[in-house]
C-alpha cells in the first residue's frame, strides 16, 4: 500500500484528457493546495499536466486532502469559466463512495442539515449550525457487514466537509475520519474511506462526460476484511439514483 509521500506520477493518473478538461484520479494524502505546514500538493504537479498549452490547467473543484478519486481541471479559462457555472447550478453529477461505522436502518435517506465553520480557530473543520449555508446530501446502502457499511453517496451542494459531517450527524461517521469521529485500526482503517468515484459533466448539445475513479488499496483492504467483492461494490455505486445528476 503507497504512502501519501510515495513520488507521484501524476500524468499515470489522468482518467480524461480533452481539449478543455482534465480528470484525474487525485491519491489519498495529496492536498491540492498550499498548506501551514507545507509539503508536497497537488500544484506541484500541475505543469506536468499541462500538454503543449500555454498554461497549466486550474481546479474546477476540490477535495479533502485524504479524500481520493474523480478530480476535474479546467485546461485554460473558458473552460474553467464554463466547468465553474456547472458546478456552482448543480449540474454536475457526483457519487462518492464510503465505509461508515454502524449499519443504517433504512436503504437510503436524504440528509437536510445547515453547516457553518465549527469554530473560527479550527480552520477548515465544519459542524451542523442552523444559522449556517445549506447543505444536502444523498445516500444509499450497497453493503454492509461486521458493524460497517459501504454506501454512494451524492452530495447536492458543496460545503467544506459536507458528507463527513453529515454522515456523523447521523450516527455514521466515515471510517478512517480522524476529525468526524470515524478513527478505527481495522484493515486500512487509519485512512479516510472517501472516495470520489465518478463525475458526470454536462457537456452542451454534446453527451455528458461520464468519468469514473477505481477504489484505491486501502477500499481494498477494509472490503476484503468484510467479505465484500471491490468490483460489486463500484457497480453499486455506479447503479445508485440519485435527486440530480448532470444533464447534457
Known amino acids: 500500500m503507497n504512502s501519501p509521500a510515495d513520488p507521484i506520477d501524476i500524468a499515470a493518473r489522468i482518467l480524461h484528457r480533452d481539449g478543455m478538461v482534465l480528470v484525474i484520479d487525485k491519491p489519498y494524502g495529496l492536498p491540492v493546495h ?22 497549466a490547467p486550474e481546479l474546477a473543484h476540490r477535495l479533502d486532502k485524504d479524500t481520493s478519486g474523480c478530480l476535474v481541471l479546467g485546461r485554460h479559462r473558458k473552460a474553467l469559466a464554463e466547468l465553474g457555472k456547472a458546478f456552482a447550478n448543480g449540474t454536475v453529477g457526483k457519487t462518492y463512495v464510503a465505509v461508515v461505522r454502524g449499519v443504517p436502518k433504512e436503504t437510503s435517506g436524504r440528509i437536510e442539515l445547515r453547516l457553518a465553520k465549527r469554530s473560527p480557530h479550527r480552520g477548515w473543520w465544519m459542524a451542523v449550525d442552523p444559522k449556517g449555508q445549506q447543505a444536502i446530501s444523498e445516500w444509499r446502502l450497497i453493503g454492509a457487514g461486521d458493524g460497517l457499511a459501504v454506501v454512494a453517496l451524492s452530495p447536492l451542494t458543496g460545503r ?13 461517521p466515515i471510517l478512517g475520519d480522524q476529525i468526524y469521529g470515524g478513527a478505527s485500526r481495522l484493515p486500512g482503517g487509519l485512512r479516510l474511506h472517501l472516495h470520489s468515484r465518478r463525475v458526470v459533466l454536462p457537456q452542451g448539445r454534446k453527451p455528458p462526460l461520464d ?11 477494509t472490503l476484503d476484511a468484510l467479505g465484500l467483492d471491490a468490483a460489486t461494490v463500484e457497480a453499486a455505486a455506479d447503479d445508485a439514483e440519485f435527486t440530480k445528476l448532470a444533464a447534457g
Open 34 to 55: 498550499k498548506g501551514p505546514k507545507g509539503g508536497v500538493t497537488l500544484a506541484d504537479h500541475l505543469a506536468e499536466l499541462q500538454f503543449g498549452l500555454p498554461h
Open 211 to 221: 468519468v469514473r475513479a477505481p477504489l484505491p488499496s486501502h477500499f481494498h483492504a
Open 160 to 172: 467544506t466537509h459536507q458528507l463527513r459531517v453529515h454522515l456523523d450527524a447521523i450516527g455514521h
